[in-house]
């Protein structure tokens, strides 16, 4: 279809050409006898049959002159897109044909009309152009601001704009010298007239540019965030025209009245696309919260009859209980003792990167690691070492607890971590009915404070600290 049209296009050049060209050709070579015939014709009036001759002459070459910036502006700008690969603007080619055609046109009007005088001719344009000017004062505003628009390139053809107050969004298709053309996510063609453009706060997502978005979204408070956190950012990452470059962000925005309310921030490869994406984006949480048991939140009103549960428990007590039976200094332990010091646990949940303990600070009690992973730091030159890291059924805190002396480490939750804590009192009923526990401790404690110390010689200084821990503990927990 449009090849056709070029077609027709290209063979119309060619026969006004042709036309024009045989117009010049006659012009000229009967120049003289056209002349004389004009003469005899109009008597006396002798020199106005020259000027007519020349005004004919002038017409002619003006209008091959018009055919050449035609084919000359095809040309230069086909090239353009050829080497370039995009459209020029079509204020830029008309800017380029005005010139090019006043440029001809003023050398065949001075060969035609050598004698006549250009500076009256402006002078008189001059007084036309206040005129014309305060007739088209709009027009040329927008021809001008066209121009800015060009020479400052704030957006492209394909870029993605929202332009003034009234936000009109969408695809940038042309630039003409009037208006800027953009079709709109519904389809529709808005105009802006240039100079409204240049005047108005303009947002430009760049076509060649990894342009963000933002989707929002909300879980019940039950919710984990972590869980939440790494399903959504999976699901959104596989999503069409979600660009593979950077990694979706999620992240909360807020604890809201319904529930906990999250955004996605995703990149786009094709920014034009956006309302599909958001819409993909939107579906692919939905099925991910499906398959992961995870709820959205919705405005909701609940009345909760509770049965108040033990503070920090969470119901869960069976696990607990088991948790702390697979702990190896509670083996033991019978398997009332067991149940006794699950009852006195409490259960706490950290997230990734919460410190659950600071170094220094005083403590006076126990950590059993239910769920999750910790890792146990100490500070060295002002750097943190690592000194260990523990998971489910391993415990910490012992230190603090069993000497009564400042915690020697950080420890801090690698992941989602749920802790169970066992205080002072519950330690002491456990020795007082397991006197040879304390033993087996104090030798865990004297081997951890050779982690801690890198430099000390492990095989002296063991077993002289694992005696000089049992007799503090001893002391500390008032044991015989
Ligand atoms: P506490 O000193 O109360 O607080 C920090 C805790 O880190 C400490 O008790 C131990 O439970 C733990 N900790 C210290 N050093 C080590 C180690 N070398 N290996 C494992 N855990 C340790």
Known sequence: MKRSRNKNKFALFFIATALVALGIYLIFAFERPLRELLKAQMGGLGSKANTIVNVLQLVFLGVLAYLIVRALNTMVFGLVRFRRGFEAPTLVRNIFSIIAFTVLFFLIFTSIFPDANLGALFTTSAI???????????????????????????????????????????????????????????????????????????????????????????????????????????????????????????????????????????????????????????????????????????????????????????????????????????????SEETEMLAQAATSHVFAPGETVIRAGDPGSSMFVVHKGRVTVQVSENGRPRTVATLSDGAFFGEMALFTGEPRTANVVALEETEVLEIGHAAMKRVFDTNPDLVESLSHIIAERRQGLVASEDPSTRSEDSSAGILSSIRRFFGLS
């Open 128 to 334: 036309f152009g206040v005129i014309l000017g305060l007739a088209l004062q709009d027009t040329l505003g927008n021809f001008f601001a066209g121009i800015s628009l060009q020479a400052d390139r704030p957006f492209q053809v394909g870029d993605v704009i929202t332009v003034g107050v009234q936000r009109h969004s969408g695809v940038v298709e042309e630039i003409t010298w009037r208006a800027v053309k953009i079709r709109t996510f519904q389809n529709h063609v808005v105009l802006i007239s240039n100079s409204t453009a240049a005047k108005e706060p303009i947002e430009v997502c760049p076509r060649d540019n990894l342009n963000a978005r933002l989707v929002f979204f909300n879980t019940l408070f039950t919710d984990s965030p972590a869980k939440t956190i790494h399903v959504v950012r999976e699901a959104v990452r596989e999503a069409d025209n979600v660009t593979q470059k950077i990694a979706p962000i999620v992240r909360i925005r807020n604890l809201g009245d319904s529930g906990v309310e999250y955004e996605v921030k995703y990149w786009l490869d094709d920014y034009a696309k956006y309302n599909d994406t958001d819409a993909l984006v939107r579906q692919r949480i939905w099925y991910a919260f499906r398959r992961a048991n995870l709820n959205f939140a919705y405005p909701t009103r609940s009345l909760l009859v509770e049965r108040k549960p033990k503070p920090g428990r969470d119901g869960d007590g069976g696990a607990i209980v088991e948790r702390l039976g697979a702990v190896d200094i509670f083996a033991p332990l019978s």
